[in-house]
């Protein structure tokens, strides 16, 4: 019966005296801060080329022709094949309500057409020539990268970096130093949002107005908690 109750005790002294070292194990925990800036790799330009008439196939056929010239355009500036999609057409009844009463205004049909442009410097000039096409809207205009996950790598790097740099300085400070890392959590990250830039036809005879575009940040941030040394 003694065997038992011994086994029983240690079993139970064990983890209070982890608990205990544990309770006065000396740490700093900091929050590190980093952030990532490029410039964007390519401009995508998303357009819709729609008609509407009392005949599918009449409305069909304006939308093919707006969509010809919008694609032969393209074709006029250094934008490859992948670079361009077009495989999406809508048809789909208009009603409109007048007091009461719903009236047919026709069948409205419709085509997608998003551009990815690579040289952004040639922006400019291709809304200009696009916005010139009967029945074409641009909807919206953003930017991109081809390796995001490679930004925001160097966000978390300068967030770690940030994070050691403020932990050894407040460390030395109180005449201490580190003495390895306990644990990492990664608080969140801020990707870049995509600009978009609301398309606004420009006056006749007026020149383009040139598209200025700036760096895109992404910022990381994470909390470390670093080991003290004891000596």
Known sequence: MIRPLLTSALLITLPLMAAKAAAYEEYIEVTGYGEAEAWPDYLQINMLVSAIDEDAETAKAMV???????????????????????DRITRQPRWEWQKD??????????????????DTADY??????????????????????????????QATKAALLNARDKATFMAETLDNKLDGVMH???QGSIRPQLMRMNAVAEAKGSAPAPMLLQKETVSASVQV?????EK
């Not at 093919?64 to 006029?76: K, R, Y």
């Not at 809304?127 to 074409?136: D, E, G, R, T, V």
Request: avoid cysteine.
């Open 184 to 186: 990492i959590v990664e």
């Open 101 to 118: 009463s719903r009236i047919y205004r026709g069948e409205q049909v419709s085509r997608n057409l998003i551009i990815t442009l690579r």
């Open 225 to 229: 908690r670093f080991e003290l040394d």
């Open 64 to 86: 093919d022709q707006s969509m010809n010239q919008a694609l032969a355009v393209a074709g006029g500036f250094d934008i490859a094949e992948e670079d361009i999609r077009a």
């Open 124 to 153: 400019t000039e291709l809304a200009q020539k696009l916005f010139a096409i009967k029945n074409l809207s641009i909807n919206n205009t953003s930017t991109g990268f081809d390796d995001p996950q490679k930004l925001q790598q």
